[in-house]
């Protein structure tokens, strides 16, 4: 597999950083106890305020010609914990990061859903502006300059919530995210700042799974606060049990395919192990569940796991082939979906695609991408065409640019994302005719 450790260590670092953004340790500038029961906020804590002349700098270097406008003013970053549900619907304290632009966020609030990781310092709810190239960046330089605030949930299981986190489980995720914007414009108010009353959704990844799920609530909600101006989910999981499920399937011819498989098979294993009391070796063979269960839980960094997946599977001698490592049992029932198996029940229980959206929509997706096949993206956008949804409510923005990859990409989907919230469809550059 790896002619030497060092051939190993130079894969493994590529590969995370190809797949995971480092987000860095919060600091801690100001603390604001606000009256618990506040829309559902427990706490506020300013952990820090990134200047103009920071800001503009990042988005030069990030963007360059493609920069939207600058930056005026400062940003105040929020950590935040709020009153939501963890993945048994049972009440649950939360956290998440809140950022306000020091003038008021006229033009609305942001809600940002963040891609996949285990760690939890890599949580938004960690992030204290420093930290080049990480999603809670990316975000922040991709909205705040256009009025807008952003609010990110760390999810559940996730910074500080001890429960385990439900991966892929979109549908259950999309409630952290759905529970922040109360608390979100409740600390706009505290601290003097305005919040229009505009609401966006996006997110990448994981997040635009959690991004499309959140939609689809939203609009079964008959409160106010949840009405979606428009949302703009951005190289998502959203079959799950189909395009998610056969891309799990397939043989990769390389080590990176198949640890991201395994890593991400992992995630969700170690989910049900965690709340369903299953066992892990019902799912991997002995060698690799015993890595699993001791790599996941939120206090291993994404690239030790990535490096103990991959010498797991050397010794095991996986010849990349994902049903070397899992059993023969699980084999057979992710073949066959069957749903009698909890990890093809919560594949299945968590598609959202087949919904006919009424908020205005835009899907975003890298082509050619071999981490989240596009094809999530093409069964959702011609299922919703199939329910009716027009070209007035629904588009598509496909990034075609061999030079990114699945990470490199969030930059230019959330650069689509601003251009769709500021100007509508005809705001979107090369928008995609189908």
Not at 3 to 9: E, R, W
Not at 146 to 153: S, V
Not at 378 to 400: D, E, H, N, P
Request: overall charge positive; some cysteine.
């Amino acid at each position: 597999m790896f002619s030497n450790q060092k051939s190993f260590n130079r894969f493994a670092a590529i590969l995370f950083l190809t797949l995971f953004a480092i987000f860095p340790q919060s600091g801690s500038t100001q603390n604001n106890k606000l009256p618990v029961g506040a829309e559902g906020l427990v706490s506020s804590q300013r952990t820090a305020t990134i200047t103009a002349a920071q800001f503009n700098q990042r988005m030069n270097e990030v963007y360059a010609s493609s920069a939207p406008e600058h930056l005026r003013d400062s940003l105040n970053l929020y950590k935040v914990t709020y009153r939501s549900r963890d993945a048994n619907g049972r009440n649950a304290v939360l956290s998440g990061l809140v950022v306000i632009p020091s003038n008021g966020a006229p033009n609305g609030l942001v809600v940002f859903n963040h891609g996949t990781t285990v760690y939890n310092g890599h949580m938004p709810s960690r992030f204290n502006g420093s930290g080049k190239g990480t999603e809670p960046e990316t975000a922040i330089l991709a909205f705040a300059s256009g009025g807008y605030a952003i609010a990110m949930p760390d999810y559940i299981g996730q910074g500080d919530h001890t429960g385990g986190h439900p991966y892929p489980a979109s549908v259950v995720n999309s409630y952290a995210g759905m529970d922040l914007i109360k608390p979100a414009r409740a600390v706009g108010r505290t601290n003097n700042l305005d919040i229009g009353n505009a609401l966006y959704i996006t997110g990448y990844s994981e997040g635009g799974g959690v991004a499309m799920a959140q939609v689809r609530e939203f609009e079964r909600s008959n409160d106010s606060a949840y009405r979606v101006t428009a949302a703009a989910p951005a190289s998502g999981p959203y079959d799950l049990s189909g395009a998610t499920r056969e891309f799990m399937l397939e043989h990769p011819t390389d080590q990176a395919g198949f640890v991201v498989r395994t890593y991400l098979l992992g995630d969700l294993v170690y989910f049900l192990h965690k709340n369903k009391g299953v066992k892990i070796t019902d799912y991997f063979k002995p060698s690799m569940a015993f890595t699993i269960n001791n790599a996941y839980g939120g206090k291993t960094k994404d690239e030790d796991i990535i490096k103990r997946i991959g010498v797991t599977a050397l010794l095991m001698r996986s010849k990349n082939n994902i049903f070397n490592v899992v059993t023969p049992s699980f084999k057979r029932a992710i073949e066959t979906t069957d749903t009698r198996n909890p990890a093809v029940k919560l594949l299945k229980d968590n598609d959202c695609y087949d919904w006919a959206p009424r908020s205005k929509m835009l899907l975003i997706n890298l082509d050619g991408d071999t981490i989240v096949t596009p094809k999530n993206t093409q069964v959702a956008f011609q299922t919703m065409r199939r329910l009716g949804v027009g070209a007035g409510t629904l588009r598509r923005a496909i990034i075609r640019d061999s030079s990114l990859n699945h990470i490199t990409a969030v930059p230019a989907a959330m650069l689509k994302a601003r251009q769709f919230f500021d100007g509508g469809f005809a705001g979107v550059r090369d928008l995609d005719e189908n």
